[in-house]
């Protein structure tokens, strides 16, 4: 079974990466699947599981914090309970013994033990200011300053729920086995050539 995880910084690209490797290698793929996998074995609004779920439902829960999910000192027994059953949703996925690609979650922790190739996805502040007026939702007309401060806020959070959930550093390269710069190089071309180290490092894995 091969797996690759991708964490990435907002407006980097990221997923659209992982739905293009996945397409192109022929490997399964997750990402919001899993918050309604989530949400169906816990009876919640996918909504109410997305945002606790996210970086969103972290933003208030000490950097301190450290341990197993089963502590509540800092965290409510609501959240345990969906990280609990994140992590069981993505260790099913893995039970099933099929190739894919998985985006975010802190799945490189989570699936440690399979030996998945872990990347990291990153670009200039140019390149994912324009990726997010591209990919902008309807309705949303945020200045660049409002996207800079967007994009500052969901990355810290990031990181900070990394470093609560796992103790590790969020994008330092010791993390991962590849670091990418999305900013200058079209996804598709991205795509193929990273397809095929990929191939190459799975193959020398067998």
Not at 16 to 35: F, N, P, Q, T, W
Not at 69 to 93: D, T
Not at 100 to 127: H, K, Q, T, W
Request: proline content about 2%; glycine content about 10%.
């Amino acid at each position: 079974m091969r797996i690759i995880t991708i964490s990435r910084e907002f407006g980097s690209g990221g997923r659209e990466l992982g739905k293009r490797l996945a397409e192109y290698l022929g490997y399964d793929y997750y990402d919001s699947e899993i918050v309604s996998a989530v949400a169906k074995n816990s009876g919640l609004d996918s909504r109410y599981v997305e945002e606790n779920l996210s970086e969103h439902g972290w933003r208030n829960v000490p950097i301190s914090f450290r341990g197993t999910l089963g502590s509540s000192a800092y965290i409510q027994a609501s959240k345990i309970q969906l990280l609990l059953e994140q992590k069981r949703v993505i260790e099913k996925i893995a039970g099933l013994g099929k190739d894919f690609v998985i985006v975010g979650r802190n799945a490189d922790v989570i699936l440690r033990e399979y030996n998945p190739f872990n990347i990291f996805v990153y670009a200039d502040e140019e390149s994912k200011l324009k990726r997010c007026e591209e990919r902008a939702p309807a309705g949303e007309n945020l200045t660049r300053k409002q996207l800079r401060r967007k994009m500052k806020e969901i990355d810290k959070t990031r990181a900070k729920t990394r470093m609560i959930l796992s103790g590790t550093p969020w994008g330092e390269r010791e993390s991962y086995h590849l670091m990418v710069n999305t900013g200058d190089w079209p996804m598709g071309e991205l795509t193929i050539t990273l397809g095929e180290l990929i191939k190459r490092w799975f193959g020398g894995k067998a």
